[in-house]
């Protein structure tokens, strides 16, 4: 029998991990024994999660929207309740349409999308953190996409102005102040740049929103995800760029999320 088949092995990580807090302490004892390749790796890996580093960092990877995503350590890990994003952004997303995740970070986003539409999508990707445009690169490798690291619209092809269909834009969204009421994991394992807002929480999004209708083809629609309780001044600075603007929820996720369209 395998050290890794061990109930008494298994039943010890549980332990470590419900000790330091863990509220999933067997589904991640589960993928920390999967992940491990020897019992020093095991015993190195269940430290480094029981000190409070994110279990996706630890194993080098997060499951998102079916995907197995690369996430290197200081990237911002995808959220579950990012799946709505993509679910709405995949629906509008035709043969051929020009995508473009913005703030992309790992790349989940874009990768999720092309593998949920039937149909080949002309995908670009951006974000300003070079480790995340690692993660990127290596995440939509095989998609076509192509990554470019520089803020916001900055490094695209200036060849897509006017000829975006589906700009996708995870922005930062937790107002300055409430940073710091964040889950440690996030709070000191996750680059500050993307959980980082602004005063409101909403800075990134009006740069965001300001530029969109020059990249937007006509019927070109920007989405992003904001809190619930974020989402009427969301509205507001979409509808201020000039987009029409209406909010989707998705109670099971937990999820808000904002289309904004260029009539």
């Not at 890996?45 to 997060?62: D, F, K, S, T, Y």
């Not at 995808?78 to 709405?88: M, N, T």
């Amino acid at each position: 029998m395998s050290v890794f088949s061990s109930a008494a092995l298994r039943s010890s990580v549980v332990s470590r991990l419900r000790a330091a807090g863990c509220v999933f302490a067997e589904d991640e004892a589960r993928i920390l024994l999967a992940a491990a390749a020897s019992p020093a790796e095991l015993a190195a890996m269940v430290r480094a999660r029981a000190q409070g580093r994110p279990l996706e960092h630890v194993v080098g990877w997060a499951e998102f929207a079916g995907l197995r995503i690369a996430v290197d350590p200081g990237v911002f890990v995808p959220r579950r309740r990012s799946e709505f994003l993509v679910a709405e952004a995949a629906r509008l997303a035709g043969p051929g349409a020009v995508v473009v995740d913005l703030c992309c970070g790992s790349g989940a986003l874009g990768a999720a999308v092309a593998a949920q539409v039937d149909h080949p999508v002309e995908l670009y990707a951006a974000d300003l953190d070079p480790a995340a445009v690692r993660c990127a690169r290596r995440n939509l490798a095989g998609t076509g996409a192509r990554v470019y690291e520089g803020d916001l619209f900055a490094p695209l092809p200036q060849a897509l102005r006017g000829r975006v269909e589906v700009l996708i834009a995870n922005v930062p969204y937790v107002p300055t102040a409430d940073v710091e009421l964040l889950p440690p994991e996030a709070r000191l394992h996750e680059a500050r740049p993307a959980l980082d807002g602004g005063a409101d929480g909403l800075d990134v999004l009006r740069r965001v929103a300001a530029a969109a209708p020059g990249w937007l083809a006509v019927g070109g629609a920007l989405l992003f995800e904001t809190s619930e309780r974020q989402a009427a001044g969301a509205l507001e600075v979409a509808r201020a760029a000039g987009l029409a603007a209406q909010v989707s929820r998705e109670e099971e996720l937990d999820a808000t999320v904002v289309t904004a369209t260029r009539d």
